[in-house]
Each structure stands twice: as C-alpha cells, then as structure tokens.
C-alpha cells in the first residue's frame, strides 16, 4: 500500500521560503510521478508541479514557474518541494500524490493520481 506523507508546512512572510517534503513507500511498481496540488479556501484543487521517477522530468503551473522547484531523493525516496518567493496567493493546504506512470507532461498533472497524502498548511502572511 502506498503511503506518502507531506511535512514542512508552516507560516511564513511573504517573500519567504519554505521547503515542502514528501515521504513516500509502498510503490508497487517503478515508474510514477509524485506531483503537488494546493487548495486553498472556498477554490478547486489546484496541481503545482510534478516530477518523474523515471527520467525527472518536472512541470510547474505558470503562477509559481522560476519561484517553485521540485526535486527528488531516490535514496530517501522523497520528493521536495523547494517555494521561494512565497506570495499570500500561495496559502493553501499542499498534498503530495502519486500516480503510476512512465513520464509526465505539461497535462499529467490534470489526471486522477492514484494516491494523497493527507496535506500540510502552508499561510503566507502580507
């Protein structure tokens, strides 16, 4: 069973930093992208950005494209994602999720992933 559990999250000042961490277990196969979605208050689930396990090809949504960067450690099995910049438009709760793929593309991150995390708060303050 797949279990990915996110950490990280906290209150910082707008243009901070923060560093999201994702933990992932239980793949049952090799190939798949961990991606981050955002939710924030009274909107839709948004996707932010995913990377894959088979070649670490990454994609951001365009509203934190040079601000946001994920990346992964295959040892530790760990997905990051690194949020500099940080504006009050980026408060929102990020869970991680995993869907069983060979590659990613700009439209990977509007497909059903497999598996959630149960989130972590992240607040930007003004």
């Known amino acids: 069973e797949v279990q990915l559990v996110e950490s990280g999250g906290g209150l910082v000042q707008a243009g901070g930093s923060l560093r999201l961490s994702c933990a992932a277990s239980?793949?049952?196969?090799?190939?798949?992208?961990i991606g981050w979605y955002r939710q924030a208050p009274g909107k839709e689930r948004e996707g932010v950005s995913c990377i894959s396990s088979n070649d670490g090809s990454t994609h951001y949504v365009n509203s934190v494209k040079g601000r946001f960067t994920i990346s992964s450690d295959d040892a530790k099995s760990t997905v990051y994602l690194q949020m500099n910049s940080l504006k009050p438009e980026d408060t929102a709760v990020y869970y991680c999720?995993?869907?069983?793929?060979?590659?990613?593309?700009?439209?990977?991150?509007?497909?059903?992933?497999?598996?959630w995390g149960q989130g972590t708060q992240v607040t930007v303050s003004s």
């Open positions: 999720a995993l869907l069983y793929t060979d590659r990613v593309n700009p439209n990977t991150l509007d497909l059903a992933f497999d598996y």
């Open positions: 239980g793949f049952a196969f090799d190939d798949y992208a």
